[in-house]
């Protein structure tokens, strides 16, 4: 906003691979010239706390040097009347049909107090208007989203005193798993299988964890997957059972008492 002390511009510089780069950038905006090397992360600051009220262009330039080429970018800077506003979400990762699973939007200002105010979540095609609570927090649940990853786009269309602002998040949707498991004492194996949520046997890397040592193994066609004890000693164990999951499936674990007589 005009006049804000802590307005200003950013602009980052890295490399093909988004490594940050650290050399002269020169950003223009509004007539005037800054040159200043960017720092560990790549980024030059500039502040718009003297800039008047519209919108401005600002140029940014790097000349480049013996190893990197010449870039250069340009980005719209707006200076209003209204005081900052930050909505932000974090990318979350859930379970299908988990009852707990949601995205959490926070509303702030630009020194990060919350604040309370409507805005809107947009997820799978549908718009969920909700006002922000004392934290500047709302949330969606996505119970009944299925497995895939999804945009979420939060806005907040700002007030008279707050101008608007809004974020994205990714939410990925994974499928439930079940990992069960028993102990076969005539052939002393600990056998386990892994399904998905419609017992549908799954072929995927687990580990089974017994006596301190951590099995690397992986469930065949049938899901099923085999650790012999034959040379455990006399006495009661408990085998831990677990697949960590994937893009696609959710994690799950299970334990299995073993008994050598």
């Known amino acids: ?23 002269n950038v020169v950003v223009t905006i509004n007539g005037v010239t800054y040159t200043q090397k960017s720092n560990s992360k790549g980024q030059v600051i500039i502040s718009t706390a003297d800039l008047d009220i519209g919108e401005y262009v600002a140029t940014v330039v790097y000349k480049g040097n013996s190893r990197y080429n010449p870039s250069s970018t340009t980005a719209k800077v707006t200076v209003t009347d209204k005081l900052v506003s930050v909505v932000s979400a974090d990318d979350v ?45 709302a949330s969606v649940s996505t119970k009944d989203l299925a497995p895939g990853e999804y945009k979420a ?57 017994l006596n301190g040592v951590n099995y690397a193994l992986k469930s065949d066609s049938k899901g099923q997957f085999k650790v012999s004890t034959a040379d455990l000693s006399s006495g009661k164990y408990v085998a831990k059972l677990t697949y960590k999951g994937n893009s696609k499936y959710a994690p799950s674990s299970a334990t299995v008492k073993v008994v050598i007589p």
Do not use: H
């Open 93 to 137: 990762t859930v379970r299908c049909g988990d009852v707990n699973g949601k995205l959490i939007a926070t509303l702030t200002n630009a020194e990060g107090i919350p604040l309370s105010a409507n805005i809107v979540i947009s997820l799978n095609g549908v718009d969920y208007a909700m006002k922000t609570n004392s934290k500047g927090q």
């Open 153 to 209: 786009t939060v806005t907040y269309k700002g007030n008279s005193k707050y101008a608007p602002s809004t974020t994205t998040a990714k939410v990925t949707v994974r499928a439930p798993t079940q990992i069960t498991g028993t102990y076969n004492a005539k052939t002393k194996e600990v056998i386990g299988t892994l399904t998905n949520g419609d017992d549908v046997p799954l072929s995927a890397n687990v580990v089974v964890t």
């Open 1 to 23: 906003s005009c006049g804000d002390p802590n307005g200003k511009f950013v602009a980052t510089l890295s490399n093909e691979s988004g490594t940050p780069l650290s050399a």
